[in-house]
């Protein structure tokens, strides 16, 4: 299965401030996503990153306040933009790889990024 | 969209027991994981089972997709099989809520 890393591992920032966060995969993926997990929460899927066109996002989710980018196959990022408290979550990135079978692909999770925005 | 629901949202055990976690979906998937979070947040992969049956040492998974549902079995339960076990569904993946175990030595 892929290696995922993702950096930073935490963060502590003040509002109104932007953070992005870097995924790197350690081979060629087709498909790469980022989800949040707010406190306490299970995830959420927030938008889709698209190698070479926009991302897409999911309901709920805005490119001003989330953009993405993915220059390669093997990189994304997710900038948080003008951070407020509820923003405090979780960040996780996860690539499609090839399952265990011939008919479907299993995703994997990086290790996540902790931000806290006071 | 699909719902996904877990339960039971908690579990206690005593080391050495048994368990077993379910997850109910809303519409036929293609795609279906077991996820088992630990404290430190890591999501680590337990079994990739859109139908059928799994088994991975003390760990098995049992997937129905007419009846729409999947279960996870856990025996002989270890103060590290601890933390919160998630069910999701679809290729853009669509979480349970999650099922949050303790397992007390």
Not at chain 1, 98 to 113: I, K, L, M, R
Not at chain 2, 32 to 44: A, C, E, K, R, T
Request: proline share 5%; glycine share 8%.
């Amino acid at each position: 299965s892929a290696v995922i890393s993702q950096k930073p591992s935490r963060d502590i920032c003040q509002r109104g401030t932007s953070l992005t966060i870097q995924c790197q995969v350690d081979s060629q993926v087709t498909m790469m996503f980022w989800y949040r997990q707010q406190p306490g929460q299970s995830l959420t899927l927030i938008a889709t990153a698209n190698q070479g066109s926009e991302a897409t996002y999911e309901s709920g989710f805005v490119i001003d306040k989330f953009p993405i980018s993915r220059p390669n196959l093997t990189f994304s990022t997710l900038t948080v933009s003008n951070m407020s408290p509820e923003d405090s979550s979780i960040y996780l990135c996860s690539v499609e790889d090839g399952g265990s079978d011939s008919f479907g692909y299993e995703q994997y999770f990086g290790p996540g990024t902790r931000l806290t925005v006071t | 969209g699909i719902q996904v629901e877990q339960s039971p949202p908690d579990l206690i055990l005593q080391e050495g027991a048994n368990s077993t976690l379910r997850c109910n979906f809303s519409d036929s998937v293609n795609n279906l994981q077991w996820f088992h979070q630990n404290p430190w947040g890591q999501l680590i992969n337990l079994f990739y089972i859109p139908s059928g049956t799994k088994q991975n040492g003390r760990l098995s998974a049992t997937t129905v997709a007419t009846e729409r549902y999947s279960l996870l079995y856990i025996s002989s339960s270890q103060t590290t099989d601890s933390g919160v076990y998630f069910c999701a569904v679809t290729l853009r993946l669509t979480f349970g809520e999650g099922t949050q175990l303790t397992v007390n030595p």
